[in-house]
């Protein structure tokens, strides 16, 4: 069974770092981009960053550039987030999701989330 | 931001048909496959269509999407009450080398 399973959220106070890891198990982990995804309380969908399957193409939503890299490592078939400089607006549930071979096809397997919250 | 606008709420009764709308650009409906997603309030999103039109094993052949130049849509024909979740259009946007999701849309059912 295909799986994917979020971890590393937490309160932290604006400012502060973080980094989320995403555990991926049941399918050929470096064929396939990985997304991350957040959710605000309340609010819609939004698109944070992917990575390609080998890891050489990385993309990132403009508000977060210079501040989260996404990275992952393919011999332990994991994904991860580090979450620098965090702001209150960065505060959301993240969610993990496994793409295709393409960084834009459709995300068809997604974990369950962790809350990350930005907050003196 | 958003910027794919989709309209934010739905309704039907057991057994009618509802269509969601998908409004976008050249940039990214025009020129990539359109993707939707279904999210149960409190759980994952779960993707339903992929492809602009395509279903992954699982999902019910009650739902259908298409593609027409920069828009799309989604339709549940034969609503149920275990439809009742948020709908999230989505595309890749070349423009901005990223991934836009839609503004959402709260299906009801009456």
């Known amino acids: 069974e295909v799986q994917l399973l979020e971890s590393g959220g937490a309160l932290v106070q604006p400012g502060g770092s973080l980094r989320l890891s995403c555990a991926a198990s049941?399918?050929?982990?470096?064929?396939?981009?990985i997304t991350w995804v957040r959710q605000a309380p309340g609010k819609g969908l939004e698109w944070v960053s992917t990575?390609?399957?080998?890891?050489?193409?990385?993309f990132y939503t403009d508000s977060v550039k210079g501040r989260f890299t996404i990275s992952r490592d393919n011999s332990k078939n994991t994904l991860f987030l580090q979450m620098n400089s965090l702001r209150a607006v960065d505060t959301a549930v993240y969610y993990c999701?496994?793409?295709?071979?393409?960084?834009?096809?459709?995300?068809?397997?997604w974990g369950q989330g962790t809350t990350v919250t930005v907050s003196s | 931001q958003s910027v794919l606008t989709q309209p934010p709420s739905a309704s039907g009764t057991p057994g009618q048909r509802v269509t969601i709308s998908c409004s976008g650009s050249?940039?990214?409906?025009?020129?990539?496959?359109v993707n939707w997603y279904q999210q149960v309030p409190g759980t994952a999103p779960k993707l339903l269509i992929y492809?602009?039109?395509q279903r992954p094993s699982g999902v019910p052949d009650r739902f259908s999407g298409s593609k027409s130049g920069t828009s799309a849509s989604l339709a549940i024909s034969g609503l149920q009450s275990e439809d009742e979740a948020d709908y999230y259009c989505?595309?890749?946007?070349?423009?901005?080398?990223?991934?836009?999701f839609g503004t959402g849309t709260k299906v009801t059912v009456l």
């Open positions: 999701a496994k793409g295709g071979n393409y960084v834009y096809n459709a995300m068809d397997v």
């Open positions: 049941g399918f050929t982990f470096s064929a396939y981009a």
């Open positions: 990575i390609s399957g080998s890891g050489g193409s990385t």
């Open positions: 050249s940039s990214n409906i025009g020129s990539n496959t």
């Open positions: 492809d602009n039109n």
């Open positions: 989505a595309a890749w946007d070349d423009s901005l080398t990223g991934y836009v």
